[in-house]
């Protein structure tokens, strides 16, 4: 059971009705700023449009915008548009206060709209059909930021007051990952969340509203480059072909990693299609032209590991069967490169944390709360591992299925029973009066 009492879980349903055409509209205006990364665009636009936001709730704003040499290490695929974040800070409002700390975060980039002819909405256009808005980003994740910036403003019309600090982010460059970034991994190596002074973080990208996310899954992302020799096409005899080399390489990885794969599940990701390890090869480049062996093929591939397995343990995997293949071939060479690695994440569902959403989730829809992992990886490792904290759950509103995709939507009722559950969980975690 919650803390709350019934007549102020009933006023917090009010003041979520009332609010709500508001955190649409909201909502809308952040859809219609196009924030495609790569490169970055319009971040300042949207940080400015939040932060202004944030400042007229009674928030105090910092902006913190890199300067040009951090900018040029932590997004070189920025094209040397500026990063610039934006944190919001709203201090207790009652004089009982309990020192206690809330970090909200959300990510303001989204992904490349893709092919515009298969869209039925305007993937910038934050249109509202049948329930639902459509936009490029709505769910991952500028819905959370909605949300997560309304749900205070819920508790505050319900008259409620909290007794500790809420802390609201809006970061960039999630969506262009990397070992560190100008977002998440800038803050926390800023120092703006801490475990000794941050009591819990909440990233709300969209898992659905009725699903608390404990962790997500591990990467590497990489490249494997293999070496030949060329010669004419017509007398391949003299030469090595590349391309040969890295296609047996992909087809015994394929075969012997796919068996190995299978057996490595976890149960809590979502959605159950992910839910084992992978490795997928997605680019191939090599040759230049029909009539010339190719000297040189490159390949990336994208290996995700599930809760429990380790980046030396799936590093170890592709390369046994690159040294079992170079043992036996004189002529089989390759050089491995990585760009980007991440361990899995997982945060115990049975802390307070959670438990504290499960509860609110079940007090708002009657239904009990779904514990999952991500399919992929975001900005909770950087909180989980970069600044130790324990206390990071992701929980927003959306379909993790319908992300990224064409005729990208968010249901505006699960925008609002993330609002409320966001409400419950804020007031019982910093406590209120």
């Excluded at 992302?221 to 390489?249: E, R, V």
Aim: charged share 25%; hydrophobic share 35%; with cysteine.
């Amino acid at each position: 059971m919650t803390g709350l009492s019934s007549n102020q879980i009933s006023a917090i349903h009010v003041a979520t009705e009332k609010l709500l055409p508001d955190a649409i509209a909201f909502l809308a205006e952040l859809v219609r700023i196009d924030t495609r990364n790569p490169p970055g665009n319009n971040y300042r636009k949207i940080v400015e449009l939040i932060g202004n936001k944030l400042e007229l709730f009674g928030y105090d704003i910092k902006y913190l915008l890199l300067t040009p040499e951090e900018t040029d290490e932590l997004a070189p695929h920025g094209e040397k548009l500026e990063r610039i974040n934006v944190i919001g800070t709203l201090p207790p409002n009652t004089t009982s206060i309990t020192g206690k700390t809330i970090h909200f975060n959300g990510h303001v980039d989204v992904v490349h709209e893709g092919d515009i002819s298969k869209w039925t909405f305007d993937p910038f256009g934050g249109e509202i059909k049948g329930g639902k808005i459509y936009g490029r980003g709505v769910s991952d994740m500028k819905g959370g930021i909605a949300a997560q910036i309304y749900a205070i403003e819920v508790i505050k019309a319900a008259g409620l007051k909290l007794k500790g600090t809420v802390e609201q982010s809006a970061v960039v460059d999630e969506e262009s990952t990397g070992n560190r970034n100008a977002g998440m991994g800038y803050f926390v190596e800023k120092g703006y969340i801490t475990k000794e002074k941050t009591t819990a973080v909440i990233i709300t990208e969209p898992l659905n509203s009725c699903n608390v996310c404990c962790g997500h899954r591990g990467a590497i992302w990489g490249d494997i480059t293999f070496y030949g020799k060329s010669s004419h096409g017509s007398m391949p005899a003299l030469g090595i072909n590349a391309i040969q080399n890295c296609t047996k390489f992909i087809t015994i990885a394929t075969e012997e990693l796919g068996a190995i794969h299978t057996t490595k599940r976890d149960p809590n990701v979502i959605p159950t299609e992910a839910q084992k390890s992978s490795l997928a090869f997605t680019v191939i480049l090599g040759g230049t032209n029909t009539n010339s062996v190719p000297d040189i093929c490159k390949v990336s591939f994208d290996r995700r590991l599930v809760p429990g397995e380790s980046l030396d343990q799936a590093r170890s995997e592709i390369h046994s069967i690159l040294q079992r293949l170079e043992s036996v071939d004189s002529n089989f060479k390759y050089k491995y490169e990585e760009r980007y690695a991440v361990t899995p994440v997982w945060v115990d569902p049975e802390q307070s944390l959670s438990r504290t959403f499960r509860t609110a989730i079940k007090t708002i829809t009657g239904e009990e709360a779904g514990v999952v992992c991500s399919p992929g990886s975001d900005d909770q490792r950087f909180v989980v591992q970069g600044a130790q904290l324990e206390a990071c759950i992701v929980y927003g509103p959306g379909n993790i299925k319908n992300v990224h995709c064409y005729d990208e939507e968010l249901s505006l009722d699960d925008l609002r029973i993330a609002i409320e559950v966001m409400a419950i969980s804020a007031a019982e975690i910093v406590g209120f009066e």
